[in-house]
């Protein structure tokens, strides 16, 4: 598996800015897929956005707009730009690797952003 350690959480008031990072293990990450996830207590986990091997993005509803993925392959890292942050932003934010290979997919320990005056 690809272990992955994320930072970068905490408190914000609605409105502010919060940046998240993750950092992958392994030789060949510019060849997974990475994504970021959310979970609000008492919600399924859901995805935030994605960011493929070639660069391309997707984006739910929700983060069209506010939020920005990107990738240094250089570094085996995915951030997060979050902007605009409102109240139901607040969950634990999950880094996703999915590897296509033998190594499979992982998953972060998370990271809490609060969004809150």
């Known amino acids: 598996q690809v272990q992955l350690v994320e930072s970068g959480g905490g408190l914000v008031q609605p409105g502010g800015s919060l940046g998240l990072s993750c950092v992958a293990s392994g030789s060949n990450f510019s060849r997974y897929v990475m994504a970021w996830y959310r979970q609000a207590p008492g919600k399924q986990r859901e995805l935030v956005a994605q960011?493929?091997?070639?660069?391309?993005?997707n984006y739910a509803d929700s983060a069209k707009g506010r939020f920005t993925i990107s990738r240094d392959n250089t570094r085996n890292a995915v951030y997060l730009q979050m902007n605009s942050l409102k109240p139901e932003d607040t969950a634990v934010y999950y880094c996703y690797a999915n590897t296509a290979s033998y190594l499979g997919t992982s998953w972060g320990q998370g990271t809490q952003v609060t969004v809150s005056s």
């Open positions: 960011i493929n091997r070639d660069f391309s993005t």
